[in-house]
């Protein structure tokens, strides 16, 4: 007999995507830096993104995860701006 398996038992990508829709993006990006404070420039990038392009969190998340990850953990404002406006 095949075992089903229930809704607990997520993968490990299932897992990230739930994370990315229920972190606030400053939470996501204080993951990133081990814990620690936001710098204010990323705090502020965040709120224009919340704010200006009326981004919900998770599509916010999966911007700065993007962008963190394509160019070596840094977040250029323009480049994430830019993004921002074509979604």
């Known amino acids: ?6 809704n607990t038992d997520l993968t490990k ?3 990230h995507l739930q994370q990315l829709m229920e972190l606030t993006p400053l939470e ?19 709120s224009s993104l919340i704010h200006q392009y009326q981004l919900p969190f998770g599509v916010i998340n999966v911007l700065l995860e993007y962008v963190l990850l394509k160019y070596n953990y840094r977040l250029p404002k323009n480049l994430v ?4 406006g074509h979604w």
């Open 1 to 6: 007999a095949l075992v089903s398996s229930s």
């Open 13 to 15: 990508e299932q897992k």
């Open 28 to 46: 996501l990006l204080s993951k990133y830096q081990g814990g620690a404070k936001v710098p204010r420039s990323d705090a502020e990038l965040v």
């Open 81 to 84: 701006e830019k993004i921002a």
